[in-house]
């Protein structure tokens, strides 16, 4: 089965930097993907790790650790625009369904002036 | 205009009335999802089609079923609604073969919010 978690809220301050976890326990792993949610709207890509180490992308970089189950999606200079949900998934490939992805509950950050 | 379109965008309706829910595509993508997102629960896999001729059962898949009317429609059917299935509901596309590598990065559309009373 597949287990993954990360914290439910969290608050940060403009222009600070905020690390948001995710650890994960699966059966199968191929690859692990964060997404950004704002508040009743569509979950928008954000980024996707299958090796060990970090991808940058802007503002926006996210680590991964398959030996330790372990990501973490990094915003740097935060803006109040980056107050929404964020989201981390992992695809299993040993359903063999190719590309199913379970998420875990989703971080709500808040950003604060 | 969106990639990914969604209608209705909201829908209420009462217990053991039949409801559908649609999507449409103008991505191209084979692949094409449902999932409902519940507070707390996330995103969960419902339904799942790789191309028009293949339908699969995702994670919670009872008291729904689909449609695959073409490569660019899939519809979502609750054949008699009970209120735990009140959610937001979205529909996702994705296609490897647009992807770099292997990503198979999935886009959603904006979402159905069904209320079952």
């Known amino acids: 089965g597949q287990n993954i978690d990360q914290p439910t809220e969290m608050t940060a301050t403009e222009g600070a930097i905020v690390q948001i976890n995710c650890t994960y326990q699966?059966?199968?792993?191929?690859?692990l993907f964060w997404y950004q949610q704002h508040a009743g709207e569509a979950p928008t890509f954000l980024s996707y790790?299958?090796?060990?180490g970090l991808e940058e992308k802007g503002r926006f970089s996210s680590f991964l650790s398959r030996s330790k189950g372990y990501s973490y999606l990094l915003l740097k200079e935060l803006q109040m625009k980056d107050s929404a949900s964020y989201l981390c998934?992992?695809?299993?490939?040993?359903?063999?369904?190719?590309?199913?992805?379970?998420f875990g509950g989703g971080t709500r950050l808040m950003v604060k002036p | 205009d969106a990639d990914v379109t969604q209608t209705p965008r909201n829908r209420i309706t009462k217990t053991g009335k039949r409801i559908m829910l649609e999507c449409s595509q103008t991505?191209?993508?084979?692949?094409m999802y449902w999932y409902r997102q519940d507070p707390g629960l996330g995103l969960r896999l419902i339904y799942y089609?790789?191309?028009?001729?293949?339908?699969n059962k995702g994670e919670i898949s009872d008291g729904y079923s689909v449609s695959r009317q073409a490569q660019a429609k899939f519809s979502l059917s609750l054949e008699s609604a009970i209120p735990n299935q009140t959610a937001l509901y979205f529909c996702?596309?994705?296609?490897?073969?647009?992807?770099?590598?292997?990503?198979?990065?999935?886009?959603f559309g904006p979402g159905t919010r069904l209320t079952v009373l």
């Open positions: 996702a596309t994705s296609d490897p073969r647009t992807s770099g590598g292997f990503t198979d990065t999935q886009y």
């Open positions: 699966t059966s199968g792993f191929n690859g």
């Open positions: 790790n299958v090796l060990d």
């Open positions: 998934a992992v695809r299993d490939d040993r359903r063999n369904a190719g590309n199913m992805l379970t």
């Open positions: 991505k191209g993508h084979d692949r």
């Open positions: 089609s790789f191309d028009v001729k293949d339908i």
